[in-house]
Nanobody, 125 residues
Framework: QVQVVESGGGLVEAGESLRLTCTAS????????MGWFRQAPGKEREGVSS????????FYAAPVKGRFTISRDNTKSTVSLQMDSLKPEDTATYYC??????????????????WGQGTQVTVSS
């Protein structure tokens, strides 16, 4: 049974940091790229960051580049998103996803097979 569970969301002030963690089970974790997506009220889901199965390749959306850092631990089947210098526009529900991406865009949601339920991140100004 596949499970993808996010944790670490919360309410912070602008400029502060949060670390999201995603724990996965039920599939061969180190065969899958892992991604973080977010969806704000009234907006479409957007790709935030992705990491290849080996961890060697990482990808970031332009709005978060230089502020967010993605990492993974294949021994623990976890992927983390360190979010620094948070801004009010980062407020959204953040989702973790797993996909066996070979040639597709790692920040496109259609490339991912398994999804978590999401964790809320709220950044106050």
């Amino acid at each position: 049974q596949v499970q993808v569970v996010e944790s670490g969301g919360g309410l912070v002030e602008a400029g502060e940091s949060l670390r999201l963690t995603c724990t996965a089970s039920g599939f061969p974790f180190d065969d899958y790229a892992m991604g973080w997506f977010r969806q704000a009220p009234g907006k479409e889901r957007e790709g935030v960051s992705s990491i290849s199965w080996s961890g060697k390749n990482t990808f970031y959306a332009a709005p978060v580049k230089g502020r967010f850092t993605i990492s993974r631990d294949n021994t623990k089947s976890t992927v983390s998103l360190q979010m620094d210098s948070l801004k009010p526009e980062d407020t959204a529900t953040y989702y973790c996803a797993a996909g066996r991406i070979r040639f597709g865009d790692p920040l496109e949601s259609k490339e991912y097979n398994f999804w978590g339920q999401g964790t809320q991140v709220t950044v106050s100004s």
